[in-house]
């Protein structure tokens, strides 16, 4: 138990004092990243960058926790080339196509079918492959407000730790890296609520939407596919809406909007903070609603409806405060 502790403890402490660093850098004008046009929900963006020493962190300790070679050699191609275009905009191809590879790379040393069976083997592959690209850019999309991001590694890490004590199968892989992930979480959550002092910026949200994708299938193939598919569904319902409503709508999918659900709680006037709660709550109810999944099968696909009904309910509550005529955008931010 100790070497989960201080495992933990050494995630934490790298990605706090690692992101303190990065901000002193960042205010000293070392590394030049500007936001500003790509972060309508900012009247003054902090610079973005804190995901660099996040994802160091996350580097180092999966690697002392013994993860595959692949997957860290998948999360620095991703890290790298999503810094890049923190610096100077990669092209969306380049982009789509590196995610792409990094997934296949993770693949090729992940043997057993995420689908239990129900498709051919290369079909399970493929369908596994573009949800998970999709899952990396839907985790980046949803990087728009203080503390959203980082709320979101902390529940899904809770989650999965949850699962595997709920099941007495603590500790395993699947546990320690989902503590790592929530000591990293944690520590840059100190930087970046509400005033957040530093962003994850692309060079963070992609890689880290890349590990918390890794997790959740690996929570599927390890025997929890219900709560695989509920510890993410908050992220999962507001940006998958959103981008099917902007194309039905003819908008640019790329281009910054505040078009997301948890964008226009705080378009009605809502703190960053305040909206942050929310989803955490929200997180903790997936939580529960995933545990029960695991320990009573039989109604586990009931979960599962529940869970997307919760955020449904949460979503259209947004929705609704959104369009009320009386508020005031950043008025309280």
């Known amino acids: ?157 809770m989650g999965l730790c949850l699962i595997t004590v709920m099941t007495d199968t603590f500790p395993n892989a699947l546990s320690t890296y989902s503590l790592i992930i929530v000591a990293a979480g944690s520590g840059f959550l100190w930087w970046n609520w509400h005033p957040a002092k530093i962003l994850l910026g692309e060079a963070g949200s992609i890689p880290i939407g890349f590990l918390l994708g890794y997790l959740l299938i690996l929570a599927a193939t390890s025997g929890y596919p219900y709560a695989a598919a509920i510890l993410p569904a908050f992220h999962v319902a507001d940006a998958t809406i959103t981008v099917l409503r902007r194309l039905y709508n003819g908008k640019k999918l790329f281009a910054a909007h505040t078009d997301h659900y948890y964008q226009k709680a705080v378009r009605s006037g809502r703190r960053h903070d305040s909206v942050a709660r929310y989803v955490f709550g929200i997180n903790f109810l997936l939580i529960f609603q995933a545990t029960f999944s695991v320990i009573d099968p039989a109604l586990a696909i009931f979960y599962v409806a529940l869970a997307y009904a919760s955020v449904f309910m949460m979503l259209g509550y947004f929705d609704h405060n959104a369009h009320d005529p ?8």
């Open 326 to 333: 009386d508020y005031e955008p950043f008025s309280k931010l």
């Open 1 to 157: 138990m100790t070497f989960y502790i201080v495992l933990s403890l050494s995630a934490f402490l790298i990605s706090l004092l690692g992101t303190r660093l990065t901000i002193v850098a960042l205010r000293k004008k070392v590394v030049p990243f500007d936001p500003a046009s790509l972060r309508p929900n900012y009247q003054k963006p902090p610079p973005a960058g804190g995901g660099i020493a996040v994802v160091m962190g996350l580097i180092i300790c999966l690697l002392v926790a013994d993860i595959n070679y692949a997957i860290i050699l998948a999360t620095f191609m991703l890290a790298a080339v999503s810094l890049l275009d923190d610096l100077i905009r990669v092209p969306l191809f380049i982009r789509v196509l590196v995610q792409t590879l990094a997934v296949l790379i993770a693949l090729s040393v992940m043997n057993t079918p995420v689908f239990a069976g129900m498709l051919s083997p290369w079909m399970d592959k493929a369908v596994t492959a573009i949800l998970w690209v999709w899952f990396i850019n839907l985790f980046n999309l949803m990087d728009g407000i203080d503390g959203i991001s980082a709320t979101e590694m902390i529940g899904i890490g």
